[in-house]
């Protein structure tokens, strides 16, 4: 059963227009090891930096949704981590299922629905560009669109979210790709949809070098 943190919020931080509905954010993420994950800003920056702008992210990821009115799951990409930043008095813990990253997003959100939950959303745990207001204007506008989707700059997206299963958008796909956007919207021409800001996640030093909280990061460069 899910643990969530409904009864400790305060009440500055919730948006109570999604407090009556089934609503479930899905969070994609990977276990922060040396060596893996970030591996273009490795490149650029070596593996302890890379690490350590992920964990920045993983925080900034657990600020923005831990206050969030919904039940929340995080899905590790190895193992799940009984503890670390991820406070299990707020989030559902689970392994990702699959062998390619469409096939793990399908099994999760095919579990939400199985469950019960009405309206799932999921996101990375590496967006900087993304806000808890974010995720809440997401729920929102599912109340009257069965599809949302948060563009991202290099032709993927940031955030998908819906009321209904659709599994045309986790099949052909080029994940990592810059065709991504273009193939998902192609599947969801003739659904009811809404399109959020188009914002930058943070794969390269590009991403990252005018953004002053990641300058502690970078003093070495």
Do not use: C
């Given at each position: 059963?899910?643990?969530?943190?409904k009864s400790e919020k305060n009440e500055k931080t919730i948006d109570f227009t999604l407090a009556n509905s089934k609503n479930l954010l899905l969070i994609f993420t990977r276990n922060p090891e040396l060596g893996k994950g970030k591996r273009r800003l490795a490149a650029t920056l070596g593996d302890q930096a890379a690490l350590d702008i992920y964990n920045f992210l993983l925080e900034h990821t657990v600020k923005i949704t831990s206050g969030l009115y919904t039940d929340k799951i995080v899905y590790y990409s190895d193992e799940v981590w009984e503890q670390d930043i991820w406070d299990n008095k707020i989030y559902g813990k689970r392994l990702q299922v699959g062998d390619h990253l469409g096939t793990r997003m399908l099994n999760a959100f095919q579990d939400g629905f199985a469950s019960g939950y009405e309206k799932i959303v999921i996101i990375g745990s590496d967006m900087y560009d993304l806000s808890q207001e974010n995720l809440e204007e997401a729920f929102r506008v599912l109340a009257q669109n069965?599809?949302?989707?948060?563009?991202?700059?290099?032709?993927?997206?940031?955030?998908?979210?819906?009321?209904?299963?659709?599994?045309?958008?986790?099949?052909?796909?080029?994940?990592?790709?810059?065709?991504?956007?273009?193939?998902?919207?192609?599947?969801?021409?003739?659904?009811?949809?809404?399109?959020?800001?188009?914002?930058?996640?943070?794969?390269y030093y590009e991403d990252i070098k005018d953004i002053p909280a990641f300058a502690p990061f970078l003093k070495n460069r």
């Amino acid at each position: 059963m899910l643990q969530t943190n409904k009864s400790e919020k305060n009440e500055k931080t919730i948006d109570f227009t999604l407090a009556n509905s089934k609503n479930l954010l899905l969070i994609f993420t990977r276990n922060p090891e040396l060596g893996k994950g970030k591996r273009r800003l490795a490149a650029t920056l070596g593996d302890q930096a890379a690490l350590d702008i992920y964990n920045f992210l993983l925080e900034h990821t657990v600020k923005i949704t831990s206050g969030l009115y919904t039940d929340k799951i995080v899905y590790y990409s190895d193992e799940v981590w009984e503890q670390d930043i991820w406070d299990n008095k707020i989030y559902g813990k689970r392994l990702q299922v699959g062998d390619h990253l469409g096939t793990r997003m399908l099994n999760a959100f095919q579990d939400g629905f199985a469950s019960g939950y009405e309206k799932i959303v999921i996101i990375g745990s590496d967006m900087y560009d993304l806000s808890q207001e974010n995720l809440e204007e997401a729920f929102r506008v599912l109340a009257q669109n069965d599809f949302v989707l948060g563009p991202a700059e290099d032709g993927g997206y940031y955030l998908l979210g819906m009321k209904k299963l659709k599994p045309a958008l986790f099949i052909d796909k080029e994940w990592g790709t810059e065709t991504v956007l273009r193939d998902t919207l192609n599947d969801l021409e003739n659904e009811k949809k809404i399109l959020l800001k188009t914002k930058n996640d943070v794969d390269y030093y590009e991403d990252i070098k005018d953004i002053p909280a990641f300058a502690p990061f970078l003093k070495n460069r």
